[in-house]
């Protein structure tokens, strides 16, 4: 997708049916093409007035819009942060998942969370504790330390000092199709499509980039 203004949806990365059974088609569908798009429309309402913004790039909207006028910033804050969630979300899952390499990620999880399986647990008590509408993500700071936060409504931890590995949309819309009230059991099998391959670059990208 461009990444300024006007944005456009970005391409799934995989069918529909791809997440099935542990995230149904029509959940998939109608989370990307109707809640997803929206943020993306709203978006560019919101700055298609604004032209002197325009060139701004979807991460820098999200880290900075505070800066922005006053009334662009409540809008930007929901629908910047709506499309930048849910880009990471979408490719944070794959339809062939394989489990995380005993590689740098892999070893940076065992020296903070002292086991996979302990870090899982940590991730999921964060999850199913989310009150109301929000995200739970895996972020790493600028000193390569791992932490596991809960945001509200579209926030994104994003920041000069915080990056995110891996997030996990709590919206009702992302699972009540399919599970109801059951969101518990959403969080568990999401854990089966994760896309650990992604999540072990963009911690190898970073660690990359702040050695040198
Ligand atoms: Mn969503």
Known sequence: ?????????????????????????????????????NYVNQLNQALSQYPGYQSWS??????????????????VRNNAGGVYNHNFYWDSMTDCPRGLSPGNLFHAIQREYGSFDRFRQCFTEA?????????????????GSLNIISTANQDAPLSSRTTPLLNLDLWEHAYYLQYQN????????????????EVEARFDDISLNSCC
């Open 1 to 37: 997708m461009e990444n300024c203004y006007p944005f456009t949806l970005m391409p799934l990365p995989y069918g529909f049916d791809a997440l099935e059974p542990c995230i149904d088609a029509r959940t998939v569908e109608i989370h990307y093409t109707k809640h997803h798009q």
């Open 58 to 75: 979807l991460e820098k909207l999200v880290m900075h819009y505070n800066a922005l006028p006053a009334p662009l910033r409540i809008p």
């Open 182 to 197: 059951r969101r518990s059991e959403y969080i568990n099998c999401w854990w089966n499509l994760v896309d650990w391959v």
């Open 127 to 143: 999850a199913n504790h989310v009150f109301g509408s929000g995200w739970t993500w895996l972020v790493v700071d600028r000193t």
